[in-house]
């Protein structure tokens, strides 16, 4: 069964081992050091740290990652916070079981237990144009493309 774990000391060796293309997700070992520099940013600023990092863990094996953000939504036009997932991964040895449908299934129902006590009304996520695997697992949970580009990435949002 499909769980998520919060990054933590017992779980981000695991995490540090997981491996998907990069050419359609960062490695997990820049997504942790780029977490680890936002949090310490937030402390010295002395401002709420803003991101949700999870390990995806099917049963007692870790099998994914995912990091996602709570921001103003300025970026995106949006006249709402949001939720920006900025990484998703399911190890190369682990994709097509179903874990990827099942791990954004929890986190979209994460998020709507509002975590940052927050009335959040979308979340959004970016997506390589040729990378139909995710495009469609995002759709398949509500997600639609607005049209909007993001770097080279197609903009999705799911209205919570
Ligand atoms: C995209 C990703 C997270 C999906 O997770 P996954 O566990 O492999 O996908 P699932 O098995 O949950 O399948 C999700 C959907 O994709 C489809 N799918 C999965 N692998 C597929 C494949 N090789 N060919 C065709 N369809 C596929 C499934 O049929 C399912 O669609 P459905 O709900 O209509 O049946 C995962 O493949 C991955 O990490 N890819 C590399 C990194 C990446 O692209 N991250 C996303 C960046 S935006």
């Not at 099998?63 to 190369?92: L, P």
Request: proline share 3%; net charge negative.
């Amino acid at each position: 069964m499909i769980t998520l774990q919060p990054i933590s000391e017992d779980n981000f060796r695991d995490v540090l081992k997981l491996r998907a293309s990069e050419e359609l997700v960062a490695p997990n070992f820049y997504s942790l050091a780029e977490a680890y520099c936002s949090l310490i940013d937030a402390v010295n600023k002395g401002v709420p740290q803003c991101d949700l990092l999870f390990a995806i863990v099917n049963d007692k094996t870790v099998v994914g990652f995912a990091m996602m953000t709570f921001e103003d939504g300025k970026d995106v036009n949006s006249d709402s916070e949001i939720y920006w997932m900025s990484r998703f991964m399911i190890d190369e040895n682990h994709q097509a079981k179903g874990y990827g449908k099942a791990a954004l299934a929890l986190l979209i129902d994460h998020i709507k237990t509002k975590p940052h006590d927050c009335d959040v009304k979308y979340f959004y996520t970016a997506v390589v144009p040729t990378n139909h695997i995710a495009t469609k697992t995002y759709a398949s949970l509500g997600f639609e493309k607005t049209g909007q580009v993001w770097g080279s990435e197609d903009v999705m949002r799911l209205i919570l």
